[in-house]
């Protein structure tokens, strides 16, 4: 936990606290909750504090409304599911003003955070962490997915309660698990890479050039490195202002001794369209088609390297999971590393992670993140900006 306060570490007891917490889920065209484990996985520390007699208001964010209220994105659906799931009523507070703290044993939720031009950017609204604050007597923090971000609820708040802000269970259990890609991982060690696009993951890569034995790059990001090798890839996605990066890239991974895997195969489309087919071809083989997922060939190869692993870290799917026609190599991919029970497997990112559960073997994997850029960054920096706040 590296000083990171606990729980167990501030006085709770009979107190208001300001939870912070990530339900921002995924919704389906009929409104309801299509995955719902991101509020599942806060459950243990919303019983924790019940059992310490606090009373809690809940703070999330839900997409990106910019500051400006959307009825579209209010958090009510997901406090009517919250109060489903604790058996208790779970009260939508849409007001900053007057704050009104929540009695013991009471549960609020104050409406989408990001409804507020305060929330992602600070300087527009000095006050807006004294107005959040007001709401309670202790922080805590259990929104790891977010913690990457420097906004008010995860930032400046809990700098106003020095001694009473502290990490809550799920946070607590990311930094464990996830400090062990970190710190002296059981090798061999491979990470998995997909993803729609080189310039959010570039860093990361870079990083994992320094600790793991093996990469392996999918999704669309593979494109602007088999372009880099120069490989024809049609039209697929590729960011050429990134060409010269992912070539130096590939040259430090062959200094350091550090196999870089590139799809050997690939399901190609003419048209991306939920209802155009796909089909398989090898990598040099594109055409004039855009690539939209690994192929089979490079599923199989790929596990059967894996078979070696001790520690494999799986971040983002291996083609346009959003699809259907194109999302079978990512679910194979998955069945295939869940089979693998002599390693510790780790996956993050909401796509990545929605596989896992879609592929039904989210129970063999040794851990599910529910970080996508914060996870990332973790691994990249060692740190994150809402785990320092909360630090001793």
């Not at 955070?113 to 259990?142: H, M, Q």
């Not at 879609?358 to 900006?385: I, K």
Request: hydrophobic letters at 40%; charged letters at 25%; proline letters at 5%.
């Amino acid at each position: 936990m590296n000083q990171v306060k606990r729980l167990d570490q501030i006085d709770i007891d009979n107190k208001a606290v300001c939870l912070r917490v990530d339900y921002n889920v995924p919704f389906k065209e009929d409104g309801s909750i299509a995955d719902d484990s991101r509020i599942t996985a806060t459950l243990a520390t919303i019983k924790y504090l019940r059992e310490k007699g606090c009373g809690i208001v809940i703070l999330s964010h839900r997409g990106r409304p910019k500051g400006k209220r959307d009825e579209a994105l209010s958090l009510r659906p997901i406090a009517e599911h919250l109060g489903h799931l604790l058996n208790t009523k779970v009260t939508l507070q849409s007001e900053l003003e007057p704050a009104c703290k929540p009695a013991q044993g009471e549960i609020m939720m104050l409406e989408n955070l990001r409804f507020w031009p305060g929330e992602e950017k600070p300087e527009s609204d000095p006050d807006f962490a004294s107005k959040l604050a007001a709401f309670g007597d202790a922080y805590v923090n259990d929104a790891f997915a977010v913690s990457h971000r420097k906004h008010t609820s995860v930032w400046s708040l809990p700098k106003l309660f020095p001694s009473l802000a502290a990490a809550g269970l799920l946070m607590e259990k990311e930094l464990e698990e996830l400090g062990r890609l970190t710190h002296n991982p059981e090798r061999p060690f491979y990470a998995v890479i997909g993803g729609s696009k080189v310039s959010t993951k570039l860093g990361v890569i870079e990083a994992l050039l320094g600790k793991v034995n093996a990469l392996m790059i999918g999704g669309g990001l593979a494109y602007t490195f088999l372009k880099a090798k120069g490989i024809d890839v049609g039209t697929s996605l590729v960011e050429d202002d990134l060409l010269e990066k992912a070539k130096e890239t590939l040259e430090s991974a062959e200094t350091k001794g550090v196999k870089i895997h590139l799809p050997i195969d690939l399901l190609v489309s003419e048209d991306i369209d939920a209802r155009a087919p796909a089909r398989r071809v090898d990598t040099a083989a594109i055409g004039s088609c855009s690539g939209v997922s690994i192929g089979p060939k490079t599923v199989e190869a790929w596990s059967k390297e894996l078979v070696s692993a001790k520690t494999v870290f799986w971040n983002g799917p291996l083609g346009i999971y959003e699809m259907e026609p194109y999302r079978g190599p990512t679910i194979d991919f998955a069945h295939k590393l869940a089979e693998n029970r002599e390693a510790l497997t780790i996956a993050g990112g909401g796509d990545c992670i929605a596989a896992i559960h879609a592929a039904g073997v989210a129970g063999s994997f040794g851990y599910l993140s529910t970080g996508g850029g914060a996870t990332l960054e973790l691994l990249e920096f060692g740190t994150l900006p809402g785990v320092e706040v909360l630090k001793n």
